[in-house]
């Protein structure tokens, strides 16, 4: 008897992972044997870090978690998810406005791959404000987002966006 492996595929912009992300992937890593944190490319969107950028800060804030792997894809999710042989696609919900997006987002995928079920995991409340948007803005204009970023990948933020602060703070 065959037995089947459950992947589940959590894809984002991650630009940059934050510890958001990173709660929602390791919540997701204890639920499924396989999670993909998957790098998506969106043509809609100028990204601040370049795709290579976002794979290597999420492998790094991932490395602890056995269970997860970082990949990046430019195309329809669903056709990642097929290929990847996943079952499932994990979304983090922040607020309610979240929700409608997400919701339409799970529908559209539900009639484009029927067998593969978004699974709609909540922020946890310290986190429920974070997005990757916030990050740059907080950093750009001098704000501390040492809270707000995986250990492995503040030096490397804050070098791209706020420059001048890395020298000051002793970062290499």
Do not use: W
Not at 140 to 155: A, N, T
Request: include cysteine.
């Amino acid at each position: 008897m065959s037995q089947t492996v459950s992947i589940a595929v959590c894809p984002g912009s991650f630009d940059p992972i934050t510890n958001g992300h990173l709660d929602i992937i390791r919540r997701a890593s204890k639920l499924f044997e396989q999670v993909i944190v998957l790098v998506i490319i969106n043509v809609d969107k100028t990204p601040t870090f370049t795709d290579n950028e976002r794979v290597e800060m999420a492998q790094k804030a991932v490395a602890g978690l056995p269970n997860v792997t970082v990949d990046c894809f430019n195309g329809l999710l669903v056709d990642y998810v097929r290929k990847a042989g996943a079952t499932a696609i994990i979304k983090g919900l922040r607020m309610v406005t979240d929700f409608e997006y997400e919701f339409q987002m799970a529908l559209v995928n539900k009639k484009l791959l029927p067998y593969a079920e978004t699974v709609f995991l909540t922020a946890n409340n310290e986190h429920q404000y974070l997005s990757s948007s916030v990050v740059r803005q907080v950093a750009r204009f001098g704000g501390d987002v040492s809270g707000f970023l995986p250990k492995e990948i503040y030096g490397q933020v804050i070098a791209r966006l706020c420059p001048e602060r890395q020298g000051a703070n002793g970062l290499q």
